[in-house]
């Protein structure tokens, strides 16, 4: 599908959208994904019509058949980026073309109608210039969940014949309640996240409800987020429920576990590989396993660990529990380099640093 062949948006105006005073009583603690704007997009795609009947209109509850095809089977995806509202005043978004991107490889892995990346930004462009008031000034954003599901109403495992895109936003503080400088970790023995040849590089909702009961099993033992290992030899480091994962050690070197299909393709994961190689560290893309994560804690070689995505942008990890144990990871806070490293990318995202790679895009 060519630009020319793009369905055109239509604006259908909420019709009583939240007053000055409303939004900003709603956005002095929005919190992470309670708080929504006044508008979505949504667009539709019918077999043998392809996409069509693009919107802008109110935020809304939708209208599904009980037989709609993603209550059944499941096929849905999902992403996730922010907007930042700069000194300026302007807005811009943070590699969106790469969420573009992941989108449709999300799409094809679940056997889905891929949406044309030139739409995918258009659809966030148009929902912000709809909703642009609801970008925070400061230290907050407005994030951004463009989704698309499985909307034919049948009983059948095939492909769906019929979709809905989306997209809503919502104003968001920090990921973690409390402003949390750092984070408790479990590392989950009994569960995981993702075979080689599933869909682990997805961004799907199945991969988020597969890992829940451990998420639930790491707040029952007093941590924030799982951490899973490999399927194979139950060994090997490779995500937390919701963010990638690095590790300092005592050399300057930088490591995290390769993708290699079980692991997302992270955009914060791939912006850290490069900002940490001009900030000088060695990064090594390498299998670190649980065993020599918890001797390289205990003989001082480990220095800093922090996980990182869209959501919680680089966030130190201080202490790791197992069923076999626990120990921290230095002091049990951050440190130098994690802290240099979140600086420079927030420096960027918020136009507060240069941008060599081009990866902000203004909307004015």
Request: net charge negative.
């Amino acid at each position: 599908m060519d630009l020319a062949t793009l369905p055109s948006f239509t604006l259908h105006p909420h019709a009583a959208p939240r007053s000055a005073n409303e939004r900003a009583v709603l956005m002095e603690d929005p919190g992470f994904g309670r708080v929504f704007t006044d508008h979505m997009v949504t667009i539709r795609w019918r077999e043998g019509f392809g996409w069509h009947d693009a919107r802008v209109e109110a935020h809304a509850p939708f209208q599904l058949d009980p037989a709609c095809a993603v209550l059944h089977y499941a096929q849905e995806i999902f992403e996730g980026l922010k907007a930042y509202r700069f000194a300026d005043g302007g807005i811009a978004l943070f590699r969106p073309e790469e969420n573009a991107r992941r989108f449709r490889a999300s799409a094809q892995r679940l056997a889905m109608p891929q949406l044309p990346e030139a739409l995918f930004l258009q659809s966030l462009d148009e929902l912000i210039r709809a909703d642009r008031d609801w970008v925070p000034e400061g230290e907050g954003s407005l994030y951004l969940r463009p989704f698309l599901f499985a909307d034919e109403a049948f009983l059948g495992v095939r492909p769906a014949a019929s979709y809905r895109y989306c997209v809503i936003a919502c104003p968001v503080g920090g990921y973690f309640k409390g402003g949390k400088t750092s984070v408790t970790v479990w590392v989950s023995e009994d569960y995981t996240r993702a075979a080689p040849g599933g869909t682990g590089a997805a961004k799907c909702g199945g991969n988020y409800a597969a890992s829940l009961l451990a998420q639930a099993e790491a707040i029952q033992h007093g941590c924030d987020q799982v951490v899973f290992l490999d399927t194979t030899e139950r060994k090997w480091v490779d995500e937390l429920g919701g963010m990638n994962i690095f590790f300092l050690l005592d050399d300057g070197s930088l490591v995290t576990p390769p993708l290699g299909g079980t692991i997302l393709p992270g955009i914060t994961r791939e912006s850290i590989l490069t900002l940490a190689q001009e900030a000088g560290h060695r990064v090594r893309e390498e299998a670190y396993s649980f065993d020599q994560w918890r001797a390289d804690a205990a003989s001082g070689r480990l220095r800093e660990v922090f996980a990182c995505g869209t959501a919680a942008v680089i966030t130190p990890i201080g202490e790791v529990k197992s069923a076999s144990g626990a120990f921290l990871i230095g002091n049990g806070g951050g440190g130098p380099a994690t802290e240099a490293l979140k600086a420079r990318l927030v420096g960027i995202q918020r136009g507060r640093e240069p941008d060599p790679h081009g990866w902000v895009r203004r909307l004015g």
